[in-house]
């Protein structure tokens, strides 16, 4: 590992570092607009909550204290106080109860998106302008434009209402598979046309040329060589793809009655419980800004012919 | 002149001056045409290109002019007339279904218009809440884009332009905006937004007719949406600015603010009308998305987000109300974006190979 990585790494570890400040920043100061501030809200709320409050963030004292005794807790020990709304339960331990059932449904929703992508890619690039080239070249443009809460509620109405092949609800068993789809489908259109074009990309290079020359076998040169090398843009996709499924989360697992973290901070959003949103906001922030970070660094490190700036 | 072979004397027949019919030879055979007849020659080749701009075109059209001459309105419920009670008739009613004084009309000869989707659970005629939810939403992307692009702009044009640590500070606060979540930065604002006073802010003014949430959601696009913008301004600029005829001008005494109108941005323009082209679906998308979340436009006025959000509560016995708008935005945000390709594939000099 030479300097100039080093110090790459360095640089954007710092740049995270900040992002994730400035996004705990950003949360309090604009909830802070809200009357009465964010740890008050324009609701009532339960006795022991504002006492709660009260005597941990001195809602008497001035902004600029609160803001560092709230900064301070959720750096040391990931305290985002207690739920305005759901009384005697403290926001860490909701998400934490959510978080575990989005986990599950972001990531099996991430790894089949990426292994049926990568395939589908593939097969589309070998097959160029052929038949089945276009048929997922016009399948992936039409998942690209549809959001996912239409896909969502497009799925829901047919294969829970109308066939009865899976149950409506989220909770119940087998009721993932229909919420694990619709997060799929954007991303693995993503990676179909990625792949695609990195592969087609890959396969114009004198490399190939020379392999094909030397008589390699077919299957050698596409999954030794082609595939392979036509992988390393589809590292770059992690980031944005953990984003897609965090803000597709909110309203997939919202119509499929997912009890995950998803579901939580949009009936926080509802529920005005800004206690909630402001810790759901910075741990979903958080989440993303360190996945982008983990794809950024893994770019650079797989290809070594990426300049460094 | 007979020629000697191998000889070194000039073949004097090559000399001789052209005839008309040579001359009209080398004359061009087609009249020289301009960067844009010559984009737009390319747009229109492209069939799917060509198709998309139609049909947004179509749409368009229909959102501002259908709402003018249809009989019924987005918020009127059809089953309340004044000093009567409600008549529940005219919920909920299917696709060319009436009510019963719309029945009665009928049997006693009078022509009722028909209701094409049916009503929503409120009486409300469905097809021109679709029209109006339309309405809305394609307002909401086409202006997020404009701001968008003013801001961006400015920010990037300065960036460039000025170098050194103008530069520097800009580019900083674009990378730090750049790497927020933006989704979550947009939902935490808006639902803020939503509760902050925007509405008292501007009772009384012409902003109230478009409402705060909608307003919310502009403040939103501006604060976030114009880093990537001026990010693409500001690397045309660094690039445009090393070109001779901007050293040619500045060598004449053009001023800086000159040359940036006259020269930078000129010579941008198609990026970033390409760019802003692409820009529209997306804001489609979120402000949809928003209205999904219930953090867009105000009730009772629709957006296809929100028809489609309310749609979900009685999913089950009247799935078409979630079906058309979802439809018409999918439909809208493929041809916007199908186009956006087609006009980025047609103006972009740089990507024609």
Same mark, same amino acid.
């Given at each position: 590992?030479?300097?100039?990585?080093?110090?790459?790494?360095?640089?954007?570890?710092?740049?995270?570092?900040?992002?994730?400040?400035?996004?705990?920043?950003?949360?309090?100061?604009?909830?802070?607009?809200?009357?009465?501030?964010?740890?008050?809200?324009?609701?009532?709320?339960?006795?022991?909550?504002?006492?709660?409050?009260?005597?941990?963030?001195?809602?008497?004292?001035?902004?600029?204290?609160?803001?560092?005794?709230?900064?301070?807790? =959720?750096?040391?020990?990931?305290?985002?106080?207690?739920?305005?709304?759901?009384?005697?339960?403290?926001?860490?331990?909701?998400?934490?109860?959510?978080?575990? =059932?989005?986990?599950?449904?972001?990531?099996?929703?991430?790894?089949?998106?990426?292994?049926?992508?990568?395939?589908?890619?593939?097969?589309?690039?070998?097959?160029?302008?052929?038949?089945?080239?276009?048929?997922?070249?016009?399948?992936?443009?039409?998942?690209?434009?549809?959001?996912?809460?239409?896909?969502?509620?497009?799925?829901?109405?047919?294969?829970?209402?109308?066939?009865?092949?899976?149950?409506?609800?989220?909770?119940?068993?087998?009721?993932?598979?229909?919420?694990?789809?619709?997060?799929?489908?954007?991303?693995?259109?993503?990676?179909?046309?990625?792949?695609?074009?990195?592969?087609?990309?890959?396969?114009?290079?004198?490399?190939?040329?020379?392999?094909?020359?030397?008589?390699?076998?077919?299957?050698?040169?596409?999954?030794?060589?082609?595939?392979?090398?036509?992988?390393?843009?589809?590292?770059?996709?992690?980031?944005?793809?953990?984003?897609?499924?965090?803000?597709?989360?909110?309203?997939?697992?919202?119509?499929?009655?997912?009890?995950?973290?998803?579901?939580?901070?949009?009936?926080?959003?509802?529920?005005?419980?800004?206690?909630?949103?402001?810790?759901?906001?910075?741990?979903?922030?958080?989440?993303?800004?360190?996945?982008?970070?983990?794809?950024?660094?893994?770019?650079? =490190?797989?290809?070594?012919?990426?300049?460094?700036? | 002149?007979?020629?000697?072979?191998?000889?070194?004397?000039?073949?004097?027949?090559?000399?001789?001056?052209?005839?008309?019919?040579?001359?009209?030879?080398?004359?061009?055979?087609?009249?020289?045409?301009?960067?844009?007849?010559?984009?737009?020659?390319?747009?229109?080749?492209?069939?799917?290109?060509?198709?998309?701009?139609?049909?947004?075109?179509?749409?368009?059209?229909?959102?501002?002019?259908?709402?003018?001459?249809?009989?019924?309105?987005?918020?009127?419920?059809?089953?309340?007339?004044?000093?009567?009670?409600?008549?529940?008739?005219?919920?909920?009613?299917?696709?060319?279904?009436?009510?019963?004084?719309?029945?009665?009309?009928?049997?006693?000869?009078?022509?009722?218009?028909?209701?094409?989707?049916?009503?929503?659970?409120?009486?409300?005629?469905?097809?021109?809440?679709?029209?109006?939810?339309?309405?809305?939403?394609?307002?909401?992307?086409?202006?997020?884009?404009?701001?968008?692009?003013?801001?961006?702009?400015?920010?990037?044009?300065?960036?460039?332009?000025?170098?050194?640590?103008?530069?520097?500070?800009?580019?900083?606060?674009?990378?730090?905006?750049?790497?927020?979540?933006?989704?979550?930065?947009?939902?935490?604002?808006?639902?803020?937004?939503?509760?902050?006073?925007?509405?008292?802010?501007?009772?009384?003014?012409?902003?109230?007719?478009?409402?705060?949430?909608?307003?919310?959601?502009?403040?939103?696009?501006?604060?976030?949406?114009?880093?990537? $913008?001026?990010?693409?301004?500001?690397?045309?600029?660094?690039?445009?600015?090393?070109?001779?005829?901007?050293?040619?001008?500045?060598?004449?005494?053009?001023?800086?603010?000159?040359?940036?109108?006259?020269?930078?941005?000129?010579?941008?323009?198609?990026?970033?009308?390409?760019?802003?082209?692409?820009?529209?679906?997306?804001?489609?998308?979120?402000?949809?998305?928003?209205?999904?979340?219930?953090?867009?436009?105000?009730?009772? $006025?629709?957006?296809?987000?929100?028809?489609?959000?309310?749609?979900?509560?009685?999913?089950?016995?009247?799935? $078409?109300?979630?079906?058309?708008?979802?439809?018409?935005?999918?439909?809208?945000?493929?041809?916007?974006?199908?186009?956006?390709?087609?006009?980025?594939?047609?103006?972009?000099?740089?990507?024609?190979?």
């Amino acid at each position: 590992m030479n300097s100039k990585l080093l110090w790459y790494i360095v640089k954007r570890i710092l740049l995270a570092v900040a992002t994730v400040w400035l996004v705990i920043t950003v949360t309090f100061f604009v909830t802070r607009a809200v009357p009465g501030g964010p740890f008050l809200g324009e609701k009532a709320i339960s006795e022991a909550a504002t006492a709660a409050l009260e005597a941990k963030y001195g809602l008497d004292k001035p902004v600029m204290e609160q803001y560092l005794t709230y900064l301070g807790d =959720v750096i040391t020990k990931f305290d985002f106080g207690p739920s305005l709304k759901q009384r005697g339960q403290d926001v860490i331990d909701i998400i934490g109860r959510g978080l575990k =059932v989005s986990v599950k449904l972001g990531v099996t929703a991430a790894v089949i998106a990426l292994i049926s992508g990568v395939v589908f890619g593939a097969i589309a690039a070998l097959r160029r302008n052929k038949f089945v080239d276009k048929i997922i070249m016009v399948i992936t443009t039409a998942f690209v434009s549809m959001p996912s809460f239409i896909m969502g509620s497009l799925l829901l109405v047919l294969f829970a209402l109308k066939l009865r092949l899976v149950p409506a609800n989220g909770a119940e068993a087998g009721g993932l598979i229909l919420p694990v789809i619709t997060l799929a489908l954007y991303p693995m259109a993503y990676i179909t046309r990625l792949t695609r074009s990195s592969m087609l990309d890959v396969l114009g290079q004198d490399y190939i040329r020379t392999a094909r020359a030397k008589g390699v076998s077919g299957p050698k040169i596409i999954f030794g060589h082609a595939l392979k090398n036509s992988l390393i843009p589809v590292i770059t996709y992690f980031g944005p793809m953990l984003a897609y499924i965090v803000t597709g989360s909110l309203v997939v697992e919202q119509i499929f009655a997912v009890p995950g973290i998803g579901r939580s901070f949009v009936s926080s959003i509802t529920d005005r419980d800004y206690t909630m949103i402001m810790g759901t906001t910075i741990v979903l922030a958080t989440l993303i800004v360190v996945m982008n970070l983990i794809s950024d660094l893994l770019y650079k =490190v797989v290809d070594p012919r990426i300049t460094l700036e | 002149m007979t020629k000697k072979p191998f000889s070194q004397h000039v073949d004097l027949d090559m000399f001789i001056p052209a005839t008309d019919a040579e001359k009209e030879y080398m004359v061009q055979m087609r009249p020289s045409s301009t960067f844009f007849k010559d984009g737009v020659k390319r747009l229109l080749k492209n069939k799917v290109a060509t198709v998309c701009f139609f049909i947004i075109v179509l749409i368009t059209l229909a959102a501002i002019f259908i709402p003018m001459f249809w009989p019924y309105s987005y918020d009127q419920m059809l089953g309340i007339t004044p000093g009567r009670p409600v008549d529940p008739s005219y919920n909920n009613l299917g696709a060319f279904e009436y009510g019963s004084t719309e029945q009665e009309r009928i049997d006693a000869g009078e022509k009722v218009f028909p209701h094409i989707f049916g009503t929503d659970s409120s009486g409300r005629d469905y097809f021109i809440r679709v029209v109006y939810g339309t309405r809305i939403s394609l307002a909401v992307g086409f202006f997020a884009s404009i701001i968008v692009l003013i801001i961006g702009m400015t920010v990037g044009s300065i960036a460039g332009y000025c170098g050194g640590k103008v530069d520097l500070i800009i580019m900083r606060i674009v990378d730090m905006i750049y790497s927020l979540p933006d989704m979550l930065m947009v939902i935490l604002l808006a639902a803020v937004l939503q509760v902050s006073g925007l509405d008292k802010a501007i009772e009384g003014t012409v902003l109230e007719k478009i409402g705060a949430n909608i307003i919310s959601l502009f403040i939103v696009f501006a604060l976030l949406y114009w880093v990537s $913008m001026s990010r693409l301004i500001r690397g045309q600029i660094l690039s445009l600015r090393e070109q001779e005829y901007v050293l040619a001008a500045r060598a004449t005494g053009a001023k800086g603010s000159w040359i940036v109108r006259k020269h930078l941005i000129p010579n941008s323009i198609s990026v970033v009308i390409i760019s802003t082209a692409l820009q529209i679906p997306n804001a489609i998308f979120t402000e949809s998305y928003l209205s999904f979340l219930g953090l867009g436009v105000n009730a009772p $006025m629709p957006s296809l987000g929100s028809l489609a959000s309310d749609a979900l509560n009685g999913l089950t016995s009247y799935p $078409m109300r979630l079906v058309i708008p979802a439809i018409v935005i999918s439909l809208i945000v493929l041809s916007l974006n199908l186009f956006g390709d087609g006009l980025r594939d047609a103006f972009d000099p740089k990507l024609n190979s």
